[in-house]
């Protein structure tokens, strides 16, 4: 195989993958849609407030500091936290659970 032949498989798979393990979420008070660098969507409600955005990575993520995957948790100074995998899913009262509720539907249909 030739050289440039293996740059271009290379660059192929790097753009797969960064589309495979991008995530769009909704942020801010008009649900703007954003590319998120992490893999997780946030809902957080405290008292009567509801905001919307993108988890963060690594030692800044809360849905991994907490636990919080494709779930909800009460978490105490920060609210309701609702933590999701799937493209814009944290858009309504009801959190979709991606690829965890695809999975589960996949093994109990076959």
């Known amino acids: 195989m030739s050289a440039s032949r293996i740059v271009r498989v290379v660059v192929c798979l790097f ?3 960064g589309f495979a ?5 909704y942020s801010g008070s008009q649900l ?3 590319e998120c660098p992490s893999l997780s969507c946030i809902k957080q409600t405290l008292g ?7 988890d963060g990575t690594g030692v800044s993520s809360i849905c991994q500091t ?3 995957f494709d779930a909800c948790q009460n978490i105490p ?15 309504s009262s009801q959190l979709g659970f991606g690829l965890v509720g695809v ?8």
């Open 15 to 17: 753009v797969l993958f």
């Open 21 to 25: 393990f991008s995530i769009q979420c």
């Open 32 to 34: 703007q849609v954003i």
């Open 48 to 54: 009567f407030d509801t905001v919307r955005y993108c």
């Open 66 to 68: 907490y636990r919080i």
């Open 77 to 91: 100074n920060l609210g309701y936290i609702c933590c999701c995998s799937d493209q814009l899913c944290n858009s």
């Open 103 to 110: 999975l589960l539907l996949a093994r109990f249909l076959l």
